[in-house]
């Protein structure tokens, strides 16, 4: 846990102490590792670090006085409406908010405990992504593909990134949120 804890302080020191980006809150309603879901969101964290974006993870009472806060809601499994393999969704303009809703059973049962924290982190930034960038899209390549590959998983292990054109609109999608 120590090394989770420097890892994020390290994280905080390269981002030169700023002020962040997002405010993003979690709440579970599925009874889920604990350690895996602080090892997710450091994951997340870095993805938007090597974005340049700087997001950090609320408390309940900061998200409920910040608007422009995004809820990230870990869910037992998915409603039968999605298949299998779909292991989130986003609501960027929902009446309380943006709200992802993540499928923790999906996501731990064709990972190993090893890699679970890593994809659960990265589907996580991918959903946060949809709703930061505002627009019904995925990208051909990166972090903002429809649909991971094997590859994308293995690079999962070294972090797999938004690609330029995501990131542009990440940051356009920032600035609209700030202005609203």
């Not at 450091?42 to 997001?55: E, N, Y």
């Not at 910040?66 to 809601?73: G, K, M, N």
């Amino acid at each position: 846990m120590k090394s989770y804890c420097l890892c994020g302080a390290i994280l905080m020191a390269a981002m030169g102490g700023r002020a962040a980006d997002l405010t993003v809150c979690l709440e579970t309603r599925a009874l889920v590792n604990h350690f895996m879901i602080e090892r997710a969101k450091l994951v997340t964290v870095k993805i938007f670090s090597d974005a340049g974006l700087r997001i950090e993870w609320g408390t309940r009472a900061r998200c409920a006085n910040d608007p422009r806060a995004i809820y990230v809601e870990i869910d037992t499994d998915g409603p039968a409406r999605y298949e299998a393999g779909v292991l989130a969704y986003a609501l960027p303009y929902g009446e309380l908010g943006a709200r992802i809703h993540v499928f923790y059973e999906r996501v731990t049962k064709y990972h190993g405990e090893r890699t679970a924290p890593l994809v659960l982190g990265h589907v996580m930034a991918h959903e946060i992504g949809h709703v930061l960038e505002g627009v019904v899209r995925h990208s051909e390549r990166g972090l903002m593909k429809a649909m991971w590959t094997a590859r994308d998983y293995f690079e999962m292990e070294n972090t797999l990134r938004f690609a330029p054109e995501d990131v542009t609109l990440l940051q356009l999608g920032l600035k609209t949120r700030a202005a609203r």
